[in-house]
């Protein structure tokens, strides 16, 4: 990448899914273990609609909270769930320390074999995740004789962040780009402090969707989502799951590089390029994909001077 200024530094974070295997988790917690070495300011972790994953969502959460420094942030969905069933879970993740959430509407089965539940949008959850904390709180504060009420409120838990997606691009559902700001000033409204957004690969769409956002009334941080894939497969399943086709000038190098070396250069270049050029417009943050890798996204951020504690180990071992 050619560049003569240094990007501004600015907080990464990451996101992960939950294993499907022991030799799966294994490798995780590897990852997760160099990823915390970067200093991130949270680590995310999804959750199948429908609440499939929520056990070992909660695994990888307690992992991270338990052996890093990093905040870890649970994505939950409430497709699908009673108003009772979603409040069961939220108080579930707060028992367990979670504190920060992405909260997601979550997909629809296709086949329409299940109800879509009480809650039919994200920025009901989010109401949802503030109204079970402030519920929550007076039964779990065990006030001791003659403490301060002062210093009872600042010891209470309270979410640190409660996340909203965004998509820059436009949400599959959309009428249209006016529509996703709406969506998103809604869910503002209902109390998000942060959005993040789906992956892109041109940053004026990020950019062009801050502008059409902040017009609008949405004031929140809003992250940009790189995802930074290695190869043509990839490419072409992100395009099945999301909708986002994959740039030609991406893509053909990717299908004709015959080395895995070679593809992680390119990906890096590419990807490096595109966050140096959403940060240089002042997003406010970069949150990587990792796909349950390490390698891919710390090459993107030492591309970038964005490490805050230098590697102590070699990333491909
Ligand atoms: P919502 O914001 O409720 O709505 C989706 C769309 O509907 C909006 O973008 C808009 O087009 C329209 N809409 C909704 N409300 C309004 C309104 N008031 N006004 C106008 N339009 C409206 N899925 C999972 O199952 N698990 C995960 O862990 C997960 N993580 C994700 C993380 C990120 C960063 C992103 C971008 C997506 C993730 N998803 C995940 C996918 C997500 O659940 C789906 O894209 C789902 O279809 C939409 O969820 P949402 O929270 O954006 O829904």
Known sequence: MESDTAPRRVPVSFELYPPRSDAAAIALGRSIDRLADAD????????????????????????????????PMAHLTCIGSSAEEANQLVRRFLDAGITSFLALRGDPPTDGSADVGDLRSAAELVQLIHRVQQEREPFTEQPMPGQPRASRLRARPRPERVAVAAFPSGHPDSRGPQQEVDALLAKQVAGANLAITQLFYRADDYLDFVERARAGGVTIDILPGIMPATSAARLRRIAELTGEKSP?????????????????????????????DVIAAGAPGLHLYTLNKHEAVLAVIDRLGLRAIPATSQENA
């Open 40 to 71: 991130p300011s949270f680590i995310s972790v999804t959750f199948g609609a429908g609440g499939s994953t929520r056990d070992r969502s909660l695994t990888v959460l307690s992992y991270i909270l338990e052996n890093t420094r990093v905040e």
């Open 248 to 276: 030609d000038d991406l893509l053909i190098p990717l299908e004709i590089e015959p080395t895995d070396e070679g593809r992680a250069e390119i990906a890096t270049e590419f990807f490096a390029s595109l966050a140096a």
